[in-house]
Nanobody
């Protein structure tokens, strides 16, 4: 069974930085898309950044390119989201999500950043930028 546990959220002033962590258990075998999604009050959940564990390729939403970096520590089963130059519009609940993929599927699915492609979700961690 896959379990995802996020941490690292908090309150920060505009221009500041935060690093989110997602510890993923149950994904040791095979390949997966693992990503960060966010949902602001009154808005739909949206993809922020995804990493494909097969080749470590990363994908970003246009709104965070150049400011956010997703990375993975395989030994610790942890995916990170380093968020720099934070803006008030980054305020949201941030969720870690994952889904196992075949090599061919992952190459396509990871890049879509679609919430509908993920079966496993964490409980979320709040990020507030003022």
């Amino acid at each position: 069974q896959v379990q995802l546990v996020e941490s690292g959220g908090g309150s920060v002033q505009a221009g500041g930085s935060l690093r989110l962590s997602c510890v993923a258990s149950g994904l040791r075998y095979g390949f997966a898309c693992v990503g960060w999604f966010r949902q602001a009050p009154g808005k739909e959940r949206e993809g922020v950044a995804v990493i494909y564990t097969y080749d470590e390729k990363t994908f970003y939403a246009d709104s965070v390119k150049g400011r956010f970096t997703i990375s993975r520590d395989g030994a610790r089963n942890t995916v990170y989201l380093q968020m720099n130059s934070l803006k008030p519009e980054d305020t949201a609940m941030y969720y870690c999500a994952a889904n196992r993929m075949s090599v061919a599927m992952g190459a396509v699915v990871c890049g879509t950043l679609s919430v509908y492609d993920y079966n496993y979700w964490g409980q979320g961690t709040q990020v507030t930028v003022s």
